[in-house]
């Protein structure tokens, strides 16, 4: 045990006295807290945002006075852990207009009054600026210091001559091994912890910021994979400079591999899996085409209920005027197109008797919103492909580590891609919570739905739009597979370091 704490000691001392050190050091600390006072600006503006989108939907529902008119909307509350890792924050619609008649979806081209919405800039350099975070500086910085620190562990040594000095002690090949990695990671260990408690202090500094004790394990959390991470390339070095015989070799073989693996690897899959896929997108037509059908299925169905109840002159005391006259296509004669909604107009409505057309109603309005759900699943299936296209990607970026940081970081923070998918879901979700609190109130049969002359609708109670962040156990278990690839990796690379050093000709 000495032993390889003398072999530990000298191999921090050796890297901390080193110019790189303070170098490496500089810019990591001076690269992080740049990133994140960008982030916390970029944070800050989001919450203004949602802030100011929520105040006017409150005022919007005030003057909600029939059922009819309801548009409860799905606000996407900014994460604060964005501020060490963006993923998906900026990406995606920030809310969901829920109607009944509306199914929620997503498409990859824009479409007259989808139900989701974006708030903010959509600048794409302002976007591409957005995404340098923490997470992004450990993931380049970090690991080139990482590289930096190994790439002469035994091959310069060797052209020095102390690698033959330290052996003819008898110190057994193992303890140099284990000791050079523990000293090499001893001296990387401040340089990630300072950045972080920068990065952790300038966060807390703003006024809008608010970490609880959940968010900030989640940050521990990241910071533990950070380590596991650059432990990673540490050891990729030190393999290299034991399978070469010159430092210099060692470094641009490192190098050239911590290129690929940062830098181009996951943009040539992202590439090559979207411009290969083996199902391509349909035109645009084609994919609304099907959600036109559905709406001509469900007028059809409530005509022939209207005929069977003996209401055909509905026409004549009452007006159906449909909300939408286009489908954002152009083309008028797709009239109602992906969604249909209906307002009605009763003729003297103070001696109109609307017994029947109430009873219509409560009949076609859970018709419409089963309708609207056969509608969803169809425009959903773009999505759902791009989904299965995207998740192929990832797991062809595994191969590199670095990917694989940056998924685990992203589940931890919150800020990776399921956990948007997750707020459509709950968009979902919460349009469903609607359709039932209506059902209860009876609202669908109700008077106040088309008409205020008997009284307004009841909406005190209306359900209002949660969105639930993950506790610390769940993120870890999102985040494990990733966890456990980086886990694995460090285990085969010091292995291989091991036996390859146990092999190692000194002549």
Known sequence: MHTLWLVIQREFVSNVLTSRFMIGFVVCVLSTAVAVFVQVDDYEK????????????????????????????????????????????????????????????ELPFPIWEAPTQKRGSDNPFLAMFLTVDVVFIFKIVLSALAILFAYNTISGEREDGTLKLVLSNSIPRDTVVLGKYLGGMLSLFPIVLVSLIVALLIAVSSPVTDFDGNAVAHIVLIFGV??????????????????????????????????????????????????????????????????????DQFKNERDAYIKQRGYEDLQGSISWEPGTNSTGMGTSSMSGGYFIIERYRVTNIDKADTTIFQEILGYQEQLRVEYADKTEEILNKPAEEQERNAKFADALSRISFADVYHFAAGAMAGTDRQRYNDFIESARAYKREIVEYLKDKEAFSSRAWFSTDKGTAELEDLPVFQHRRLSLSESFSDASVDILILLAWNIVLIMTAYVSFLRYDMS
Request: hydrophobic share 45%; no cysteine.
């Open 226 to 295: 950070s380590l596991l991470y650059v432990s990673t390339w540490y050891l990729l070095g030190l393999v290299l400079s034991v399978w070469t015989k010159e430092a210099a070799t060692t470094l641009i073989l490192s190098m050239f591999i911590w290129v690929i693996l940062t830098s181009v690897h996951s943009n040539v899959v992202t590439f090559a899996v979207d411009k290969f896929s083996p199902r391509q997108s349909e035109p645009n037509f084609q994919v609304l085409q099907p959600a036109f059908e559905v709406w």
């Open 46 to 105: 989001r919450l203004a945002g949602y802030n100011t989108a929520v105040r006017e939907a409150e005022i919007e529902a005030q003057e909600w006075d029939l059922y009819v008119n309801i548009k409860p909307k799905a606000h996407r509350k900014p994460n604060p852990l964005s501020i060490f890792n963006v993923g998906s924050e900026n990406d995606g619609a920030n809310t969901v207009t829920v109607e009944l008649g509306k199914p929620v979806f």
